[in-house]
């Protein structure tokens, strides 16, 4: 089973306008983590935002702010006042608690478009 | 600070060679973490490395292997390379504190070495 589910491919918006991006997630675990990765076109890998399961307020780092639902097991990321730079593919991952288990499992992950 | 550097950038081999890939963690990290991602998809836990040793593997066959050095840097050696094998491959970093941490899980990637197999 899938275990990180983005259904949004693609997403246009409109430059310093918000955007919210879906994540949801499969675990039978109580304990785990959810990360949001940023991918430009570069390749590279970027940390944007966590969540741990037993957090009880929602994350947030600058414009980015995540939206975690836990009885929906869900984990959408927010980005507020879209900038041009902020096009790029954005992953949704989980890393589930087991001390023994240091994966990171990922979603597909979601194209973001941003227009001037 | 040098942050996860990866040689090379860009390869090409053809079905039936062998490939290794490096990667260089960031400064005071002592753990690798190795990658697949294919076109259009997310990336793919291939193994990770910890004090020499593969401490974790994914759903990969043994076609897949690696190795870690003493200064942390790591090798991913692929043989017998499939058409399927084409991909970014991405090397992360972290460090064995952090994994215990807060933050646990948080990792630092590098820009990757993409692979095409003809």
Known sequence: AQKITQTQPGMFVQEKEAVTLDCTYDTSDPSYGLFWYKQPSSGEMIFLIYQGSYDQQNATEGRYSLNFQKARKSANLVISASQLGDSAMYFCAMREGGSNDYKLSFGAGTTVTVRA | ?118
């Not at chain 2, 076109?39 to 974790?56: C, D, K, M, S, T």
């Not at chain 2, 990969?60 to 003493?70: K, L, M, N, W, Y």
């Not at chain 2, 991909?87 to 820009?111: H, M, N």
């Open chain 2, 1 to 118: 600070d040098a942050g996860v550097t990866q040689s090379p950038t860009h390869l090409i081999k053809t079905r039936g060679q062998q490939v290794t890939l490096r990667c260089s963690p960031k400064s005071g990290h002592d753990t690798v973490s190795w990658y697949q991602q294919a076109l259009g998809q997310g990336p793919q836990f291939i193994f990770q490395y910890y004090e020499e040793e593969e401490r974790q593997r994914g759903n990969f066959p043994d076609r897949f292997s690696g190795h870690q050095f003493p200064n942390y840097s790591s090798e991913l050696n692929v043989n017998a390379l499939l058409l399927g094998d084409s991909a970014l491959y991405l090397c992360a970093s972290s460090s064995q504190a952090d994994l215990a941490g807060p933050r646990t899980g948080e990792l630092f990637f590098g820009e990757g070495s993409r692979l095409t197999v003809l």
